[in-house]
Each structure stands twice: as structure tokens, then as C-alpha cells.
């Protein structure tokens, strides 16, 4: 009865109003980020040398963001307007998950979706700033949060779009979202 109350509970999140993230995304120089921002990411990722910085506003918040490459992963390290660090996500493949994190996404999709394909995953640590740093220099994840964000082509009876679901460290569903992109205005690595 309790499973069957939460896929009632996952379909209606996806089949009734649905929230929208927009994005808009644009390239800048490093001149133009608060310097705790440029000081927490030298500090945590000492000796990289190629960081992209981006302004972004998703469906209306602004935010800093740095892309670079650590440990022959993708990294982006998303800062408020204050250059305070809000999270750092790292780009993996589907087969990198933990079984249990995929198998759990696989019920989900396969409950709400006649058809999806993932497009993008990325694990997101969230926690203190100098936990944060503690992750990325020194290995040291027990503060902090682990959650997957996932991109993924889905198509229901009402939808038929891109989505990002947010995903807990167990593979279960927080929330999820539309995403309506201004294609020339979004780059990618």
C-alpha cells in the first residue's frame, strides 16, 4: 500500500503542474566574479589551470559558475551573487552509479515515463563551504550532502520534454522540473 501511495504521489508530481526551469547561461572573465569565489575555488582545486567562469540565471536566480576539469572529470562549482560556494557537480556516466542509485532511477522513469533517454548526470555534494573544499582536496566527503541531478528526454500521456530530475544518494526522486532552454543562449563544455 505505501509503494503504491508514493507512485500515486511520483505521477501526479509528473502529470500535474509541472514546474519550469529556464537558464540562460553566458561566458565571462574571471575579472567579473567575487573574489571569495575565485579564493575558495584556488584553495580547494590548487594548480588547475583552465577555469571557464559563466554568468547564470535559472527561472530567475543568478548565480557564478565555474567549469574545469579535476582528476579527468568535468567539474561545475556553482557560487551565489556573494561568492559563497552553493555546490559542486561532477560529471559521470550511467555505469559509474551505484546499482542500487540506478536501479531506483530505472523505477522511477519506468513509472512515470512510456519513453525517456538520459541525456546528462551529474553528482552534486552540497555542505559548508570548507566541508566542500575538505571533498575536493582532501577526499573527505562524510559532511557532505550527495545527491544526482539527471537530464533526461521523457515522454508521458502529457509531456513529451527535456527534464531535470533531482535524485537523493538512494536514486529516490526530490523533485523535478521542465527545462526550457534559449538554445544560442546556453554553451556547454
Do not use: C
Amino acid at each position: 500500500m505505501k509503494q503504491s501511495a508514493t507512485l500515486i504521489a511520483l505521477l501526479i508530481s509528473v502529470n500535474g503542474l509541472a514546474q519550469v526551469k529556464t537558464e540562460v547561461e553566458k561566458r565571462i572573465d574571471s575579472k567579473d566574479v567575487p573574489q571569495k569565489a575565485i579564493r575558495w575555488l584556488n584553495d580547494a582545486y590548487e594548480k588547475v589551470d583552465k577555469v571557464k567562469w559563466y554568468y547564470e540565471e535559472t527561472t530567475g536566480k543568478a548565480s557564478y559558475e565555474a567549469k574545469l576539469k579535476w582528476n579527468n572529470r568535468n567539474h561545475s562549482v556553482e557560487f551565489n551573487t556573494k561568492g559563497v560556494i552553493e555546490d559542486i557537480e561532477i560529471y559521470m556516466d550511467w555505469d559509474e552509479l551505484p546499482d542500487y542509485v540506478r536501479r531506483n532511477v530505472i523505477h522511477y522513469m519506468d513509472s512515470a515515463f512510456t519513453k525517456y533517454n538520459i541525456r546528462k548526470i551529474q553528482q552534486q555534494w552540497t555542505g559548508e563551504p570548507d566541508d566542500l573544499e575538505d571533498a575536493i582536496d582532501e577526499h573527505e566527503t562524510e559532511d557532505i550532502t550527495t545527491r544526482y541531478e539527471i537530464e533526461f528526454y521523457g515522454k508521458n500521456e502529457n509531456h513529451n520534454e527535456l527534464w531535470e530530475g533531482l535524485f537523493d544518494h538512494m536514486g529516490i526522486l526530490i523533485e523535478q522540473r521542465i527545462i526550457k532552454l534559449l538554445p544560442t543562449d546556453n554553451l556547454n563544455y
